[in-house]
Structures are given as C-alpha cells and as structure tokens.
C-alpha cells in the first residue's frame, strides 16, 4: 500500500517533512501558550445570608433582609443540629444567596459553561461538630435574568431549576479541639452545587437553604453538619479569549484535514481491488479526527446548547475508540496469516475490551452531564457505587486492552526477527524492509504521541513556572492553554502522518516471484499490501 510511498521519498524529503510538522506543533503549544489567555477562570463570590420570612420566590443579596451577627463571637446565630440549641433564627427561613457574576459585570455565550462549588465556612464548636459522616441536604434553587435593573427585581427572574440535593460534607479541623481554637474554622471539601452547559443568560442567581425537621430531630437532615455560618461560592467557566482561540483553531485544522482525507479516500477506491480492513480503520481514524475538527462550539454562541458539554464528550470518546482501533489492526495486519488477514473477527478480544470500556465510560457520562441536561444540580455521584463501578469496570477493559495490544507488538517484532533469516538479497528484500521500516515508524510515532500528551499533562505546572521564568516581562507562558492546543495539534498531525505514510501509491512497483519462478507481473502492479508477512501481487487496474 505505503511502501512506494516511502521508498519514493528521499532521505532530505522525508527529514524536511518531520522537522516541518515538529516546527508546526512547536506553533501549535505557543498558540496556546502565548497568544491565547488562561483556558478557565474562578469566580469567587461570598454568599448573603439572608432571612427569609415572607416566603418570597427568590432572594436577592441587594434587598433581602441580612442576618445579623452576634455581637461577642461575630458569627450568625444559626443552629443545624436541633431546637435545643435555642437558635435566633429559624434555619429553614434562612437562605444563601448569591448573583454571578457581580452587579456590574455580565455573563458571555463565549464562556460556554458554568460550573459552581460551595465552600461552607463552619467554625469549631464543641457542642456542634461536623461528624464525620456527615451529609448536606441542599435546597437549590437557581434563576436567571437579562434585565437590567436584575439586583433589585425579585420578578425579573426566571428559574432553571428547584431541586434538593444530598452531599457528602467532608471537613477536617486542622488544630487541636481545644476551648483555646474555638471559633476556628474547619477545611472543608467544596460541594458540587450545579453545571450548566451554555450560558445565554446575562445574570444567575442561586438560592441555598438548609432545611432543617423541628418536630422530629432524630430524622431531620443537616443534623451532623455544624454550625454553617458563611458559604463561598466559586464559578468556574472557560475564558472567552480561550474560546475564540480554540474555535479558531478548530475551524482552520478543520478545513487542511478535509484535503488529506479526501487525497487518502480516493488513492484507495483507485485501486481493482476492495479497501483493506487497514486502509477502513485508517479511513474511520480520519474521520473521528475531522468530526472532532467540527467547530460545533459556535451553536453555543447563537443559541442555548446546554447538551453541548455531552455531546463534546462523546466526540472525543469516539475519537478515542476509533484511535484504539486502529492501533490494534494496524499490528494484527502484520501478524496475521493469510487465513485470518482483512477480518475483523480476528480482534473480537481486543474489539471486546474496547467496547466494554467505551459503554461504561458512556454509561457515566449519560449519568453525569445526561442527568445534567434536565437537572443541572444533578450529579452522578449521588449513586456513589455505581458510578465507581462504572469507572472500575471502564478502567479495568482499557488495562486488559493495552495488555493485548502490547502482546501483539512483541509477537510483531518477534516475527520480524525471525522473518530476517529466511529473506533473500533480492528485489522483495527492499520491500521487506520497507514494510519493516513502516511499522517502526508508526509504532515509534504512536507511542511518542501518547507520551507526549502524558507528558505535557504531568509537567503541566513545573514547565510553567519554568517557561515565565524565561520570558520577557511583557510575555507571559499559560501552560494550561498551551498543552490544551498542543496535544489537539499533535493528534491532527499524527492523523496527518498516517494518511500520508499509508496511502496506496500511484506508482508502479515491480516484484518478481523467486518462489515459483513467475515472471508474468513484471510489468508492475499499481499497489502492495502493507501487511508484514503477505507480500503478493496486485493485478493492475485493466483500462
């Protein structure tokens, strides 16, 4: 198939082409790095407790009645663990609540989604622990506005949800528990309070009550939480600098990959004979890339795609099914007698791993940001045991996978070794060794992909501090951004090198057959096999 392709190009042609494609990534992390801001920002807002006795619909931090502070510990008079504890304020008229972003600042469609936490600030009480498996049961409500004049209309809001949430609280007091730190805070895990998928509105506000059952304390919720006095809320979304870089980019990779792959496609349905099961994967292989190439990310811009996040989830976990694949009958076609060769029933262990561990992980994902779809403050998490049974079960078959798939390269080298003895010096000893020469370099090229992109998520932070070190002061290095557009320009240029190193050439290669003497295909045939171990003729297309 590639192996004219290969043996046409030169030594300098070839090493031009690797230092360009290295000189392009080189680009493609200093897109990320330099010119494109931060990937994500934090917005951290502290919440207003305020009282709510008038059982209004919506609570606004500007107009609503504030809880008062006692005067000698200046914390609120707020129990959670019973009437006993002779609270100023009933817990359930008293509600959390907080605007983002701040009054004079307003939410972006480029900002694509919104993720928020709560951090509950509880001080150390002897008499008001956090036990240690204690759980918040949250009341959410949350609400958006576009009007202007949003900080002090309680009707101009709209609601997205109203729901009530059970979270695991886990907070630890690092000091002794001793009367001397009393009033010292404890550290305490933030809590998922909701995702949103797209962010059309200008303004959201999120309402938080701890509900509490006076008449029968023993069963009430938020009975082991503490004495919750403050809850900080960080909003975490993708910076819209970031965004227009990425769909940038997307767009541009998205239009030079159309050209290879249509290149690729048609050197295939050129030849007499039917596409290979290798040239179908490396095809599939293309087109996961090109579809994850498609800037899908501008309908967020123009209208409410709050399923944008799952369905960006499931174009990479295709990209990445596709990759396996291909991985795997790229090694198996070298290996394969002729009995078994151009069958995809010959992979059913490997294909099996694949599809077990991409149905969990999905399993996941339509749990997690499926569930989110209708109830943004949803999580998967709330089903502890089947959501680490699904990540187990996930994990498990992409380990047995990669066990195979390693297997299978080691039998591949064994052969070549083998197949070296018995190769005579003549015409089929290049092309031999052409195919040898092929594998190798793919194989080397696969790996180094996946490690670098390993590589460039663990020296993420170390490499940042480092690149800022060095640069000018009027530059500043995102390592975050530059490893974001440095894999995604890694990958497209692996794809890249795939389709060029393995298209059927358009050239003659002329074989002898030394086995039986035949010397009737001298006039040359207009393809080869990739595969290893068949090297046999091709008839010539018949005009």
Not at 17 to 44: D, Q, R
Request: net charge neutral; aromatic share 12%; glycine share 6%.
């Amino acid at each position: 198939m590639a192996g004219a392709v290969i043996e046409t190009l030169s030594t300098k042609k070839l090493v031009a082409m690797v230092l360009g494609l290295i000189v392009l990534e080189i680009g493609f992390i200093i897109l990320g790095g330099i010119v494109a801001p931060n990937p994500t920002m934090s917005i951290v807002l502290a919440a207003t407790t305020c009282i709510n006795n008038k059982s209004q619909d919506w609570i606004l931090p500007a107009t609503c009645e504030q809880m008062e502070l006692d005067p000698e510990n200046h914390q609120e008079t707020i129990s959670h663990q019973g009437p006993d504890n002779n609270p100023k304020h009933d817990p359930n008229n008293v509600v959390f609540a907080v605007v983002v972003p701040k009054k004079d600042l307003e939410m972006s469609r480029w900002f694509q989604y919104m993720l928020t936490l709560a951090v509950f600030k509880i001080p150390y009480n002897p008499q008001l622990e956090v036990a240690p498996d204690a759980v918040a049961t949250l009341d959410i409500r949350l609400a958006y506005s576009n009007n202007k004049d949003f900080y002090k209309l309680p009707k101009s809001w709209q609601s997205v949800v109203n729901s009530t949430q059970e979270r695991p609280l886990e907070c630890v007091f690092e000091h002794p528990k001793t009367d001397e730190y009393k009033g010292f805070h404890y550290n305490c895990d933030p809590l998922f309070i909701s995702q949103l998928g797209s962010l059309p509105h200008k303004h959201y506000l999120i309402n938080i009550r701890l509900p509490v059952n006076k008449a029968n304390p023993k069963i009430s919720p938020n009975m082991k939480i503490g004495q919750v006095t403050e809850i900080d809320f960080v909003s975490i979304t993708q910076t819209g600098g970031f965004t227009q870089i990425w769909i940038s980019l997307k767009v541009a990779l998205c239009t030079i990959m159309i050209f290879p792959l249509i290149w690729y496609w048609r050197r295939v349905t050129a030849l007499a004979r039917p596409a290979l099961l290798l040239e179908k994967a490396i095809f599939g292989l293309a087109l996961g890339m090109e579809f994850l190439n498609i800037p899908l990310e501008l309908v967020t811009i123009f209208s409410d795609a709050s399923w944008m996040l799952l369905f960006t989830d499931i174009r990479q976990g295709l990209f990445y099914a596709l990759i396996f694949i291909f991985w795997v009958i790229f090694t198996g076609e070298h290996l394969m007698d002729q009995a078994h060769r151009n069958k995809l029933s010959s992979y059913k262990w490997q294909l099996g791993c694949i599809t077990v561990s991409c149905l969990a992980f999905l399993g996941f994902e339509l749990g997690e940001r499926g569930t989110q779809l209708v109830n943004p403050t949803a999580t998967m998490w709330q089903h502890p045991n089947l959501a680490l049974a699904l990540l187990v079960c996930g994990c498990i078959a992409g380990v047995l996978y990669f066990l195979l798939l390693c297997y299978l390269v080691f039998r591949v080298f064994r052969s070549i070794r083998f197949k070296r003895r018995f190769v005579l010096p003549t015409e089929r000893t290049a092309h031999f060794q052409s195919i040898v020469n092929r594998f190798r370099m793919l194989m080397l090229l696969s790996a180094g992909t996946a490690g670098l992109t390993v590589a460039f998520f663990i020296l993420q932070q170390k490499l940042e501090g480092m690149m800022n070190h060095y640069l000018p002061e009027d530059y500043e290095f995102n390592m975050a951004s530059g490893f974001f557009t440095g894999v995604y320009g890694l990958w497209n240029i692996y794809v890249f090198l795939v389709l060029s190193l393995y298209a059927p050439s358009h050239k003659l290669y002329i074989t002898s057959d030394l086995d039986n003497g035949d010397h009737s295909s001298s006039n040359g045939v207009a393809t080869e096999q990739v595969q290893l171990m068949q090297m046999t003729q091709e008839k010539p297309r018949e005009d």
